[in-house]
């Protein structure tokens, strides 16, 4: 909301003109928290799957467990925390979420990034316990730690949604 004053501008300057208005501007935009919608994670690999990415009984424990809940938002899984997660749940085999976004500096900035299209997806970052067994190196559990809002995402369908304040 942009707020114009009508309180004219004080001739504290000496000589100075005014220019175009008689009426001081004052920009109180006000921005509260954001609530982001979106993909995290496309539908998962099937079982028989030992790499990196995310198995379909992966999604399954982290929607049922809400493992992801509370876990910290960030910009390209860098720097402060600008959120948290809020909810997830599994839909079409996919992995959702709404993620909450601070108003704090941070956040602000990402907030922007989402509303201008700057930053229209997302990715989920996680630890993975590395096998080595016979010369092969397979994935083993993987452990959930953020969610990061990236201009570009290493998954397909991997996208923000929609948006709230």
Avoid at 44 to 59: C, F, N, T
Avoid at 71 to 91: F, R
Avoid at 106 to 123: H, M, N, T, V, W
Avoid at 136 to 146: A, R, Y
Wanted: glycine share 10%.
């Amino acid at each position: 909301m942009f707020i114009y004053s009508v309180t004219p501008i004080p001739k504290k300057f000496g000589d100075a003109k005014r220019r175009s208005t008689p009426y001081a501007y004052k920009n109180t935009q006000t921005r509260g928290r954001m609530l982001v919608w979106g993909t995290v994670n496309p539908e998962g690999e099937h079982e028989s799957h030992a790499g990196v990415l995310l198995r379909q009984k992966d999604i399954d424990d982290i929607a049922s467990h809400g493992s992801l809940l509370g876990k910290p938002v960030k910009l390209e899984h860098k720097g402060a925390e600008i959120g948290q997660v809020k909810s997830v749940w599994k839909h079409n085999n996919r992995l959702d979420c709404v993620l909450q976004i601070h108003d704090n500096v941070e956040g602000l900035f990402a907030q922007d990034f989402i509303q201008s299209g700057r930053c229209k997806e997302l990715s989920l970052g996680y630890i993975i316990d590395m096998k080595h067994s016979k010369g092969e190196i397979t994935g083993g559990k993987k452990q959930v730690v953020e969610v990061s809002i990236v201009k570009k995402g290493a998954r397909h369908e991997c996208e923000i949604r929609g948006f709230a304040k």
